[in-house]
């Protein structure tokens, strides 16, 4: 098992009552392979830097994870099959670490 930190974009549309249960869906997938979702802060909406097919901007969320790489990956994948989602982020904060050194 290995640490994750993930940055899941939504469309700016998207009820604010549904950014949970649209996470907690793609979580379900760490959760039944055995690993365990440690933290979920939905940062809400925020303005992109620049524009995202064709939108300034979404909600925005960043999840720390514990899960093996490959219910990480078929998550992503999940995340990249859905809609509502912009775009995902998925690093090792250990790595990412180490290269900042």
């Known amino acids: 098992m290995r640490k994750y930190e993930v940055m899941v974009i ?3 549309e ?3 009552r549904q950014v949970t249960p649209i ?3 793609h979580l379900s997938v760490i959760t039944k392979a055995g690993g365990t979702v440690d933290n979920v802060d939905v940062w809400g909406r925020r303005r992109f830097a620049y524009e995202i097919q064709k939108k300034s ?3 925005y969320a960043v999840i720390d ?3 093996t790489p490959d219910a990480v990956k078929e998550m992503d994948r ?4 859905n809609e509502q989602i912009v775009r995902t982020k998925v690093i090792r904060p250990e790595l990412h670490a180490k290269k900042m050194r």
């Open 78 to 81: 999940q995340f990249g099959i």
């Open 23 to 25: 996470l907690e869906k």
């Open 57 to 59: 901007e979404g909600i």
């Open 10 to 12: 939504l469309q700016s």
């Open 65 to 67: 994870l514990t899960a």
């Open 14 to 16: 998207t009820d604010d």
